[in-house]
Structure formats: structure tokens, C-alpha cells
């Protein structure tokens, strides 16, 4: 499936470290997507990477994609207290997106 | 421009009751899904729709849950009767396609006594 499958489940980083989510996924795509949750809120759309793509930045945020290895990561550099939240990738193909379990990142400041 | 917006936003009945949630998708958004989150099963797709018609209800866990979208900035979904295990937060998103990223509503968090 195009399910997205993130790793780690946890990851705990004191302000200002790099923090690093790794997106595993089965089937081809047309691209992949990162999105934040924080608690009690819905999700929250961070960035886009197409297939033909290999690495995208947005401010803080880099993406990578590896088709070959189907594969994918979300870099946050510098994180602060505020990136605290759960992190979710999912691929879109033949069907819409499904997401995995995402990564809980817990900032400490 | 306002995002997905549902209501309510917090919802506690006892089990047997019916349970009626509500969506407003982005105007514009011809894409509108429906998902349950829980901590054993994360994210889970229930239904979609695409201008207003349902195109995948595989997700669908029962035949006691039904969802309708009688136009395009407007969709329910109702469980009847509901039961202890349906608890769960219910999200609504909306998209202008099925590859293009979606907006999330903040949910609606259902228990059911």
C-alpha cells in the first residue's frame, strides 16, 4: 500500500539539536507527503515532494526521497519547543493518501 | 479564508444513542474525507468523497455508520447506534484533489459511554 510508515515512534531532542524522521512506504507514488499534529488539533500540511524529486526545503524543514529504496526523511534543524508534536508522511498514488502511526517529537527546552 | 470546520467539537452520549457529526469542507475543495484516530490504530481512512459523491467506503467499520454529502459545502457523518468502541477523535479534511495536500479540520472527540 501507500502507506506511510515513520521511524522512529519517539524521539526526545533538547532545543536546538537536528531531529530526523524516517518515512518507509510499499508501493509507487506520484509523491509524498510530511504533516504535523499537535495534540488536540487536526493535521497540519508541511510539504510536499513529488516523485521525480530527490530533496525539497522549506525553511527549517528538508526532505529526501529515495524511490529506489522507498523511502523518505524529514530533517527539522535547530528544533525549538514549539516543533513538539507527531509527524506523519504518506504517499499518494492510485489511491488518496494513508498515513502511518507517525513520530511523537518531543522538544525539551 | 476559513479552514475545514466541524462540529462539534466534543461529543459524550451513552452507547445505544445516535451520533450525528458535521463538516464544511474548504469552498473550492472538490475532495472531502472522513478519519478516526486512535492511539491502537492511528489514522484510519473511513470514507471519501469526490463532488459529493461517495467514491471508497471500504473504511467503513460497520453498517452502523453511514456518511452523506448532500452538497458541496456540507457532509454528516452518523453512527446509530454507537458503541463504547467507537470512541475516538473523527476528522473531516478536504482537498481540491486526491494528490494534493489536504486541510484537516480540529476534529470532533467522541465518547461513548
Known amino acids: 500500500s501507500q502507506q506511510g510508515e515513520e521511524d522512529p515512534q519517539a524521539l526526545s531532542i533538547q532545543e536546538g539539536e537536528n531531529a530526523t524522521m524516517n518515512c518507509s512506504y510499499k508501493?509507487?507514488?506520484?509523491?509524498l507527503q510530511w504533516y504535523r499534529q499537535n495534540s488536540g488539533r487536526g493535521l497540519v500540511h508541511l510539504i510536499l515532494?513529488?516523485?521525480?524529486?530527490r530533496e525539497k526545503h522549506s525553511g527549517r524543514l528538508r526532505v529526501t526521497l529515495d524511490t529506489s529504496k522507498k523511502s523518505s526523511s524529514l530533517l527539522i534543524t535547530a528544533s525549538r519547543a514549539a516543533d513538539t508534536a507527531s509527524y506523519f508522511c504518506?504517499?499518494?498514488?492510485?489511491?488518496?493518501?494513508?498515513f502511518g502511526k507517525g513520530t511523537r517529537l518531543s522538544v525539551i527546552a | 479564508d476559513a479552514g475545514v470546520i466541524q462540529s462539534p467539537r466534543h461529543e459524550v452520549t451513552e452507547m445505544g444513542q445516535e451520533v450525528t457529526l458535521r463538516c464544511k469542507p474548504i469552498?473550492?475543495?472538490?475532495?472531502l474525507f472522513w478519519y478516526r484516530q486512535t492511539m491502537m490504530r492511528g489514522l484510519e481512512l473511513l470514507i471519501y468523497?469526490?463532488?459529493?459523491?461517495?467514491?471508497?467506503d471500504s473504511g467503513m467499520p460497520e453498517d452502523r455508520f453511514s456518511a452523506k454529502m448532500p452538497n458541496a459545502s456540507f457532509s454528516t457523518l452518523k453512527i446509530q447506534p454507537s458503541e463504547p468502541r467507537d470512541s475516538a477523535v473523527y476528522f473531516c479534511?478536504?482537498?481540491?484533489?486526491?494528490?494534493?495536500?489536504?486541510?484537516f479540520g480540529d476534529g470532533t472527540r467522541l465518547s461513548i459511554l
Open positions: 479534511a478536504s482537498s481540491f484533489t486526491d494528490n494534493q495536500p489536504q486541510h
Open positions: 508501493t509507487s507514488i506520484n509523491n
Open positions: 515532494i513529488r516523485s521525480n524529486e
Open positions: 504518506a504517499g499518494s498514488g492510485n489511491t488518496p493518501l494513508v
Open positions: 469552498s473550492g475543495h472538490d475532495y
Open positions: 468523497f469526490n463532488n459529493n459523491v461517495p467514491i471508497d
